[in-house]
């Protein structure tokens, strides 16, 4: 028994015919904007590539890009197909091509389902990425005499003053790095040598940040240097004051920005893919519709559309049966039987 059977005469077959080719252009101009959103979110991730490792973080944009492309080729053919469906003899051409394009239809609705769910997920993945890139990146803050990592320092620190922020996870994470290039160090200075020994690496480390890290709203001039020492500033007490450094980290702060881009990105795509669904399930009932018409030279005649043959378990056991006899088809005897005098009989190819 067929499944959601409705009941169409030629009326309502034009009107579904009409409103199908009206919503597959809705949906190339959907696709339009998918694409253009990847494109923007690959951009984005480009322009901070530095502190990202973009061999996972650009899956999202290239899928993105991928849906729009397709959704625009797809929905552009359907909307073809629905046009010229009010005209029989136009029709003809597209009958033995129809089944095979919705079950094409149908593959792609999941891959636009699935793309939906990447951008709500890349979460976790994303902040993998930008805590192994920034961490990266502030160690090679201070080679600005290194060819290949002299546009470091600019990167990290128009970095963060854009989005407000201070090393990895806080201000703390430049107490554990030289950022300071030996270039603009003191070798002959007692206390240059006695920081540099007291470390076991041999770097110089100090408790400062770079000045990309003050917070210009802050009343008290920036201090960036000897934070941790109350004795070096009047009136200072750097546990239980105030400090006029960005208290968030940039990891932190990329992360909540690109995640609400992403998020965003997956609500607008899990919008398409119900739009898409929906033109799928129309298309399918005006194939079903035109396909059961009794009387072909009579095109006013009633048909009945619908979305599917059988029941879903009929058709679930008729797929399973279709891949059962398809693996059959190809199974061959790997060695066959031999008779009394020790004689084979030939192999037999099992065709189903």
């Known amino acids: 028994m067929a499944l959601l059977k ?4 030629h009326k309502k077959r034009v009107k579904l015919a009409q409103g199908l080719w ?4 809705f949906s190339v101009i959907a696709g339009i904007v998918i694409f253009s959103l990847g494109l923007f979110l ?3 991730l480009r322009k901070r590539s530095e502190v990202m490792n973009n061999s996972e973080s650009h899956f999202v944009p290239n899928s993105l890009i991928l849906v729009g492309t397709l959704g625009c080729i797809f929905n552009a053919l359907a909307g073809k197909i629905c046009y010229d469906s009010l005209d029989p003899a136009k029709y003809v051409k597209w009958r033995p091509w129809l089944k095979p394009y919705l079950a094409v239809c149908f593959l792609f609705n999941i891959f636009v389902f699935l793309v939906a769910l990447f951008c709500f997920l890349m979460r976790g993945s994303l902040e993998g990425t930008l805590a192994h890139g920034l961490k990266s990146g502030m160690k090679y803050y201070r080679d600005t005499d290194t060819p290949g990592r002299c546009f470091m ?11 407000r922020c201070c090393g990895n996870d806080g201000f703390r994470d430049w107490f554990e790095i030289q950022w300071i290039s030996n270039r603009y160090l003191d070798f002959g200075s007692k206390e240059v040598k006695d920081r540099i020994k007291s470390n076991v690496d041999g770097r110089y ?7 990309s890290c003050c917070n210009p709203n802050s009343p008290r001039p920036c201090i960036q240097y000897q934070i941790t020492n109350n004795s070096a500033h009047y009136s200072y007490d750097y546990q239980t004051e105030e400090l006029n450094l960005w208290g968030r980290g940039c990891r932190e702060a990329l992360l909540f920005y690109y995640s609400g881009m992403m998020n965003s990105m997956g609500g607008i795509v899990l919008l ?4 898409e669904v929906s033109v799928m399930v129309g298309l399918r009932y005006l194939h079903t519709s035109l396909e059961s018409i009794a009387n072909p030279e009579d095109p006013e005649c009633k048909s009945e559309g619908w979305l599917l043959e059988q029941s879903i378990q009929d058709t679930c056991r008729a797929i399973l049966e279709s891949v059962k006899r398809l693996g059959k088809s190809n199974q061959v005897e790997a060695d066959p039987p031999g008779d009394e005098d020790g004689s084979k009989v030939p192999a037999v190819t099992t065709v189903s």
């Open 22 to 25: 009206l919503m597959n252009w």
């Open 6 to 9: 409705v009941t169409f005469d």
């Open 42 to 44: 690959k951009i984005e």
């Open 153 to 163: 320092k600019k990167t990290i620190d128009m970095l963060q003053i854009e989005f």
């Open 205 to 211: 480390l100090v408790d400062g940040v770079p000045f």
């Open 272 to 275: 398409v893919w119900f739009f």
